[in-house]
């Protein structure tokens, strides 16, 4: 491990809640056999998801072996022109084989043209599924994008929960709003119409209040959200502190243990949530023996984000050591490869799609642990 590396690491910190600018240089870059570095929301109202996010990066990059990787982190700011300006500034410090990149779709569809114009891939986990549906041959996306999670979010309510008559609320960033009009869609091909919907609510609203009175005069059987960590949790607590005991059905974003962290077990009762997995329930011994070790590292509970982005740089790292050796070489491996990853198995469809499995997890009240109630994959992640 190079001098670079090390002061890299330490910066990190061991929370992995740190932010770091730049840590490179060209002459670092020119120093290590590869240059992969991390381009996301370390700040802003995002920080949350970032910081899983880049955690899982980290985690997998630090394992590299026969080979020495830079991996500096670049902080996007959680806006559109900085995550632009962050992917520029780290591609002109070298060339690099491949960027791990923002969870924000917002962000991304901004750093999309600049990775086109460099031709180097990114490595993200954003659910916004125009991402890979719009043609571009350098996004590989390690999470199952929002039109196929969406059917695990809306089956569940429908076909498990038994629930007619849901309220259906969504933020104003585009993973709120994209998410929002695929449960439109999902609830619509169940037979099911919302009794109340609303997509207007900004991510930084701090009082519910109004929007839970209008969930309750609705007659929902159901609260269903699809939305960023802040107001999700928001919704979440003060729903409960006003006696709203509807079953909750939130988006990934709250299974995340700084989310959790927040609420009490009981409060947690009669919650559920779609996740790409859940390696905090340790459900298996591979699962187990990864969300110990990023315990370990960390110092805080693992989540479905912090996995896919690491089984995603874990595919990229193997696939380097099979022998590819440029940006071009990894766009060209990582479009026909399997890879069997702690989460999942992972291979595209063709668009750079690399993941199709999703969980349902639940809360007893009794722990800030959930466990998986229901596994999708395939074509249970479709429907028609």
Known sequence: MNDTRARCRAQLGATGLAVLITCGSASAVLAA???L?????ITGFLSVEGGSQRNGAVMALE????FTVDFPVFDTGTSATGAAAALDKALSQGSAIAVASSIFGTEMVAMKPVAEEYKVPLLTISGLSVLTE???NYIFRFLPNDREIKVAHARYVVEELKKTKPALIGDTTAYGQGGFKLLQEDFAKLGVKPVYEDSSIAPDTKDMSPLLAKIKDSGADSIVLHMVSAPMTLITKQARAAGIDLPIINSSSIVEPTATA???PPELANMCAETP???EARATPDMKAWADAYKKRFGIEPDGLALGQYDGTMMTLQLIGDGAKTAEDLV???GKSTYKGVAMTYKSNGHGDMAHDADIVCWDGKSRIPQIAKHYSGDELILK
């Not at 570095?37 to 929301?41: F, H």
């Open 33 to 35: 056999d590869f240059y």
């Open 37 to 41: 570095p991390i381009v996301m929301p």
């Open 63 to 66: 394992t590299a072996k026969g």
């Open 134 to 136: 719009s043609g571009s």
């Open 262 to 264: 927040l609420f009490e």
């Open 277 to 279: 997995s859940a390696p």
């Open 332 to 334: 060209s491996t990582l």
